[in-house]
């Protein structure tokens, strides 16, 4: 059957199968392969996206579901070739080692934290939560969202304390 979607601000229309899997229709059908599989049970959050700004766990939704709505993967996180704070929060604060896990997590927390810009450490925790991580132990990770979260991009939300124009800067600054 036919579906349309809006991947990454993108509208895309393709015939698929009905009982084909979000994740594997954006992996296998979109060639956007930031997007990972790491069960099969729909406990490791790896293959998290963000729908209609939720994160949800693209193994766990038919394609046909998300028919109509807008999907960000990884691919989509930077804008403008500037990354996003989370990304530049994961590389600041070494919130990774193999990489497997990180699109889903930097998703979650980007549905996070445009929903609280300022989580306390156990937020973030339980944000993260669904998701799993072999390599970092998470206190990284938790890191690299406070990280995130004291450095918002221009036009964020920072409960209307975001000071204007002070974005461009904020990739350079290390704490
Ligand atoms: S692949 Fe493990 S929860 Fe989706
Ligand atoms: S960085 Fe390897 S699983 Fe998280």
Known sequence: MQISMTVNGEE?????E???????????VLGLTGTHWGCDTSNCGTCVVLMDGQPVKS????????????IRTVEGLA??????????????????QCGFCTPGM?????????????PDDGEIRQAISGQICRC????TIV???????????AG????????AGAAAESTEVTT
């Not at 990354?83 to 604060?93: M, S």
């Not at 970092?136 to 206190?139: D, I, L, M, V």
């Not at 890191?143 to 979260?149: D, F, L, P, T, V």
């Open 79 to 96: 804008s403008g070739g500037a990354l996003d704070p989370v990304q530049q929060g994961f590389i600041e604060e070494h919130g990774l």
């Open 136 to 139: 970092t132990g998470y206190a």
């Open 156 to 163: 964020e939300p920072a409960d209307g304390q975001q000071p």
């Open 143 to 153: 890191r690299s969202i406070q990280w995130a979260a004291s450095h918002p991009a």
């Open 18 to 28: 009905p009982r084909v899997l979000l994740v594997h229709f954006i992996r296998e």
């Open 12 to 16: 895309v229309t393709r015939d698929i």
């Open 59 to 70: 193994c766990t939704v038919l394609a046909v579901m998300a028919a109509g709505h807008e």
């Open 106 to 118: 930097m998703l979650t927390a980007r549905a996070l934290l445009d929903r609280n810009p300022h």
